[in-house]
């Protein structure tokens, strides 16, 4: 199947601080790409959805001045969380489809928030 | 709304056993349905998907789901289950006509599979 890939897959950073997360597709041109945040055993939530070149679509709840995401290109994708705070702690998630595909996932990015 | 339903948050089965992860979904139109599976730290991994035509689809690892329409389920099953299938799985649905052209995923909740050596 496809590849998507996620950096960093654990970050570690101080409360305050922004902290950002690259998803790329390596052997394809993604379309539209989704992020997704991940509690402990538990589901996954959207929190948006972006096409390449236009403004990401937020889920209801989700801060867009927190949670900045950028599509430049049609193989990257990336999510800034801005001024970080301890319960921005969690496992996101972005996946990558392209027209008549299934989504593929990354393999997540663990962010501390200290 | 769109949704699924995972009634299970874990089921255990011997190796060698057959197992079943139950899903239900709940969708305006013919559903687009999806099954993932999550190890530990790690993003989803695609195993199979139904669309339209046969029942029963066939997927990665072994793995078949079967589409029922009257009782709107799409279980996963395994004839016979390995250690290494332990994991967390999660029953999707797609919208299939989306607007602008996208597309949502609206996740369950997840199962917990545990294989017993």
């Known amino acids: 199947g496809a590849v998507v890939s996620q950096h960093p897959s654990w970050v570690i950073c101080k409360s305050g601080t922004s902290v950002k997360i690259e998803c790329r597709s390596l052997d394809f041109q993604a379309t539209t790409m989704f992020w997704y945040r991940q509690f402990p055993k538990q589901s996954l939530m959207l929190m948006a959805t972006s096409n390449e070149g236009s403004k990401a679509t937020y889920e209801q709840g989700v801060e867009k001045d927190k949670f900045l995401i950028n599509h430049a290109s049609l193989t990257l994708s990336t999510l800034t969380v801005t001024s970080a705070h301890p319960e921005d702690s969690s496992f996101y998630i972005c996946?990558?489809?392209?027209?008549?595909?299934?989504?593929?996932f990354g393999q997540g990015t663990r962010l501390t928030v200290v | 709304a769109q949704s699924v339903a995972q009634p299970e948050d874990q089921v255990n089965v011997a190796e060698g056993n057959p197992l079943t992860v139950k899903c239900t979904y709940s969708?305006?139109?013919?559903?687009?349905l999806f099954w993932y599976v999550q190890y530990p730290n790690r993003g989803l991994q695609f195993l199979l998907k139904y669309i339209t035509g046969d029942n029963l689809v066939k997927g990665s690892y072994g793995f078949e789901a079967e589409f029922n329409k009257s009782q709107t389920s799409f279980h996963l099953k395994k004839p016979s289950a390995l250690v290494s299938d332990s994991a967390l799985y999660f029953c999707a649905v797609r919208d299939r006509f989306g607007t602008s052209g996208t597309y949502k995923y609206i996740f369950g909740t997840g199962t917990r599979l545990k294989v017993l050596a």
């Open positions: 969708v305006s139109g013919n559903p687009y």
């Open positions: 996946s990558a489809r392209w027209e008549g595909t299934e989504a593929f």
